[in-house]
């Protein structure tokens, strides 16, 4: 007989993907809703992760020389009006401040939904030599876009995010730069949150208002479904020819700056529950995870037994986040708070483990339990943690290359996605615009990218026939 589910309230994924979503974010306790629709309060567990993933994606930025900045919430229509690709790329989804207290404003401001305009204006003021340069600023701040549609972490009206923005002397160098952050991205989504991403670049349809080039880095959740997990947009010198971000250069002239700006947000939060999560509730990657070990004391009453998992609540600090749950509820009960929360490793202890001197280690990740003596359990942790990362990545990575699929033609994709359903199609690209519109109308997927590993599966483009050389990741994307 199968053990019984320690969790029954969340809907079966298989059932209702996104209901188990919307499950797992409430019942988890990592947001909740407010009388602002749209908004969400992020609560502590929540923005503990989210906490965990700027502090080690700060580190990583700061060791390549950036600095962070803040820069003011709101922008002048006037402002943002100076790059036209921009605006009209935003414009559906900006939210406008018309009022100062009682009296109706001289200017719309516009609360900020990215930052291009406002770090522009302030490098046309601080920018005046070669010697000024790079500016390799960051923010972490919140945005608004004002979207339609709503889904905890996902889409949401007010989220929150880093956005790098730098200036370079040359184009070389913030083409280097736009693609080293992306790299950076990829690295930290395998390393810290175990999840396989695809980089590559965005086709002019998809990439970013006011871009030369967009990257992209694309992972794929557990349905099949991709998510744009992190961009890094080169602009050229457009917004400085725009902004008038000028400096005198080595030769005595006066040339403009080439600009880049990179990003992730709270969606990668999102990114990890639909990587990782299971019908349990969350799967949190280690590295990420607010309680990395918890410590179930059983039988507490007994003699020694609380003392026990105090000692050894404590030893695991030193290497890792630990917490002891020392409340009067039941250990089934604990073992399936837990559970839900995704927290990687449980630690019970008991009257017979203080007899043998050991513990038993229950993995969140595949439920197996391991009895271990209590002698180097900070090293037998350690290693634990180590290994639920590596099979967390991949198990998502297996799900990746399961789903991924090669086709050559109309036809081919909609019968794969009738058959086998959402997944990634890497199917043979002429560079149309119009080719590309065509497949989104008749197979309802969207280019999500065109990999820098480029493999060719063919000479032809999937829709028109004609001869084709840009291999294209195709799908429908969150």
């Known amino acids: 007989?199968?053990?019984?589910?320690?969790?029954?309230?969340?809907?079966?994924?298989?059932?209702?993907?996104?209901?188990?979503?919307?499950?797992?974010?409430?019942?988890?306790?990592?947001?909740?809703?407010?009388?602002?629709?749209?908004?969400?309060?992020?609560?502590?567990?929540?923005?503990?992760?989210?906490?965990?993933?700027?502090?080690?994606?700060?580190?990583?930025?700061?060791?390549l020389g950036h600095e962070n900045v803040c820069m003011p919430m709101f922008i002048p229509e006037s402002l943002l009006d100076k790059e036209k690709d921009h605006v009209e790329g935003f414009a559906p989804e900006c939210a406008w401040v018309t009022m100062g207290g009682e009296e109706q404003l001289a200017e719309r401001l516009c609360v900020r939904p990215t930052s291009e305009t406002l770090f522009c204006d302030h490098y046309s003021r601080v920018i005046q030599s070669y010697r000024d340069l790079p500016k390799l600023y960051n923010q972490w701040v919140s945005v608004v876009r004002w979207e339609k549609t709503t889904r905890p972490f996902l889409r949401t009206r007010e989220f929150?995010?880093?956005?790098?923005?730098?200036?370079?002397?040359?184009?070389?160098?913030?083409?280097?730069?736009?693609?080293?952050?992306?790299?950076?991205?990829?690295?930290?989504?395998?390393?810290?949150?175990?999840?396989?991403?695809?980089?590559?670049?965005?086709?002019?349809?998809e990439r970013f208002a006011g871009a030369v080039s967009t990257y992209t880095i694309e992972a794929m959740m557990h349905d099949g479904k991709a998510l744009q997990s992190g961009t890094s947009h080169y602009f050229g010198d457009g917004f400085a020819k725009a902004f008038d971000v000028k400096f005198a250069d080595r030769n005595g002239g006066l040339s403009y700056v080439h600009q880049t700006s990179w990003g992730v947000s709270t969606r990668l939060i999102g990114g990890i529950i639909m990587t990782h999560g299971d019908d349990s509730g969350l799967v949190l990657p280690p590295k990420v995870a607010p309680i990395q070990v918890v410590v179930i004391p059983?039988?507490?009453?007994?003699?020694?037994?609380?003392?026990?998992?105090?000692?050894?609540?404590?030893?695991?600090?030193?290497?890792?986040?630990?917490?002891?749950?020392?409340?009067?509820?039941?250990?089934?009960?604990?073992f399936a708070q837990y559970e839900m929360k995704g927290v990687p490793i449980r630690l019970e202890v008991g009257p017979r483990d203080l007899e043998n001197d050991q513990c038993v280690l229950v993995r969140r990740d595949s439920g197996e339990?391991?009895?271990?003596?209590?002698?180097?359990?900070?090293?037998?942790?350690?290693?634990?943690?180590?290994?639920?990362?590596?099979?967390?990545?991949?198990?998502?990575?297996?799900?990746?290359?399961?789903?991924?699929?090669?086709?050559?033609?109309?036809?081919?994709?909609?019968?794969?996605?009738?058959?086998?359903?959402?997944?990634?199609?890497?199917?043979?690209?002429?560079?149309?615009?119009?080719?590309?519109?065509?497949?989104?109308?008749?197979?309802?997927?969207?280019s999500r990218c065109i990999p820098f590993a480029q493999d060719r599966i063919g000479e032809k483009c999937a829709c028109c026939g004609r001869p084709a050389d840009k291999l294209v990741i195709w799908g429908v994307a969150y």
């Open 1 to 63: 007989m199968a053990e019984k589910k320690l969790v029954e309230q969340i809907t079966p994924m298989e059932e209702d993907f996104a209901q188990w979503y919307t499950d797992i974010v409430k019942k988890a306790e990592l947001v909740d809703y407010t009388s602002v629709k749209g908004c969400l309060a992020i609560r502590p567990y929540g923005y503990a992760i989210w906490e965990l993933i700027q502090r080690q994606m700060d580190d990583r930025f700061k060791a």
């Open 160 to 205: 929150l995010w880093q956005e790098g923005h730098t200036a370079h002397e040359t184009a070389e160098e913030a083409m280097a730069e736009t693609e080293q952050m992306l790299k950076v991205y990829a690295s930290f989504c395998r390393e810290v949150l175990n999840m396989p991403v695809i980089e590559g670049q965005k086709t002019e349809k």
């Open 298 to 334: 059983i039988a507490s009453h007994k003699p020694g037994v609380l003392d026990k998992a105090r000692e050894l609540t404590e030893r695991l600090r030193k290497v890792v986040r630990a917490r002891i749950d020392e409340t009067d509820n039941s250990p089934g009960w604990k």
């Open 369 to 446: 339990k391991t009895v271990c003596p209590l002698g180097g359990i900070e090293n037998t942790v350690a290693a634990m943690l180590d290994d639920i990362g590596q099979s967390i990545y991949d198990k998502a990575l297996e799900n990746m290359e399961r789903r991924t699929y090669d086709c050559a033609s109309v036809e081919d994709i909609n019968a794969c996605r009738a058959g086998k359903g959402d997944g990634f199609i890497r199917a043979m690209w002429c560079g149309d615009r119009a080719c590309e519109e065509k497949l989104k109308e008749e197979c309802g997927i969207s």
